[in-house]
């Protein structure tokens, strides 16, 4: 299984950006599924979370700018961000919790997304 990062970029302060990240590569099933990002200097920190039914929690820092969402049929989460801010620059990098037949569940991360906010 494979996760694919992408949508990341430049963007003024105040703009939006959507990162998707989706799995493919044989059969599985996808449990949870996570943004994390770091910034430089920083320790890697968890953005959002979303669970296999859909519950969704965003951490307080960007809580109420950024939303988590998945697509089940396309194996696809997202993470919406608005009201972008020069804090926000880091590296973006999804997780996910996936079960397949030959492997069990297992930790995935996809490669990171660069998202630089700045004027």
């Known amino acids: 299984v494979q996760l694919q990062a992408s949508g990341g970029g430049l963007v003024r302060p105040g703009g939006s950006l959507r990162l998707s990240c989706v799995a493919s590569?044989?059969?599985?099933?996808?449990?949870?599924m996570s943004w994390y990002r770091r910034a430089p200097g920083n320790e890697r920190e968890l953005v959002a979370h979303?669970?296999?039914?859909?519950?969704?929690m965003e951490v307080d820092s960007v809580k109420g700018r950024f939303t988590i969402s998945r697509e089940n049929a396309r194996n696809t989460v997202y993470l919406q961000m608005n009201s972008l801010k020069p804090e926000d620059t880091a590296i973006y990098s999804c997780n996910a919790n996936i079960w397949s037949p030959t492997k069990g569940s297992v930790e995935y991360w996809g490669q990171g997304t660069q998202v630089t906010v700045s004027s």
């Open positions: 979303i669970t296999s039914r859909g519950d969704t």
């Open positions: 590569g044989g059969n599985f099933v996808i449990n949870s």
